[in-house]
T-cell receptor
């Protein structure tokens, strides 16, 4: 759902470790999900997407898992690097052609050396 | 591919003036573009959906007479903040869908930071 809070949850991960960022969505009619990365002062950057007929999709160093039963989405980043430090948003869109995205609250990933 | 640009990247204006922000899809055509607003440490909030050749669709609570949207071509949408006030200061971000690729992925511009004095 939409964010209303002033404080982003933060995940601190040591460089080289794996990161797992979680997202809960509320609309059971959503059939398409996207993870975006947003660095400070920049627009969101597409990372990976997944459709509701899948439960896992892998990209380069990233994996998205979808659990429709509990309406949960996660982003796994392997071998986290300092350049991965950013705010990560999940977004969902319901079936149909409107294609409006609803963004989650966001999670700040801090990579420590 | 799928590059979206915005201009200007930042703007400072006096209260009461109008500001126009441009959003361009550089290497694809976009019949649909979206305008978002983002406050510090918050998520993106959709303001309106911009449709090429027709009127924009505004989200609930967004004043269409204050935030004028024009989508005159398949690669350009503009957002004009009319009679801007300090509370309009925010980070404005546009996105576009690549119609030829299909799907629902939105590609975002770099954002425009607006400061109204």
């Amino acid at each position: 759902g939409e964010s209303v809070g002033l404080h982003l949850p933060t995940l601190s991960v040591q460089e080289g470790d794996n990161s797992i960022i979680n997202c809960a969505y509320s609309n059971s009619a959503s059939d398409y999900f996207i993870w975006y990365k947003q660095e400070s002062g920049k627009g969101p950057q597409f990372i990976i997407d997944i459709r509701s007929n899948m439960d896992k999709r892998q990209g380069q160093r990233v994996t998205v898992l979808l659990n429709k039963t509990v309406k949960h989405l996660s982003l796994q980043i392997a071998a986290t690097q300092p350049g991965d430090s950013a705010v990560y948003f999940c977004a969902e869109t319901p079936s149909g052609t409107a294609s409006k995205l609803t963004f989650g609250t966001g999670t700040r990933l801090q990579v420590t050396l | 591919g799928a590059v979206v640009s915005q201009h200007p990247s930042w703007v400072i204006c006096k209260s009461g003036t109008s500001v126009k922000i441009e959003c361009r899809s550089l290497d694809f055509q976009a019949t649909t573009m979206f305008w978002y607003r983002q406050f510090p440490k918050q998520s993106l909030m959709l303001m309106a959906t911009s449709n090429e050749g027709s009127k924009a669709t505004y989200e609930q609570g967004v004043e269409k007479d204050k935030f004028l949207i024009n989508h005159a071509s398949l690669t350009l949408s503009t957002l004009t903040v009319t009679s801007a006030h300090p509370e309009d200061s925010s980070f404005y971000i546009c996105s576009a869908r690549d119609q030829d690729r299909g799907g629902k992925t939105q590609y975002f511009g770099p954002g425009t930071r607006l400061l109204v004095l």
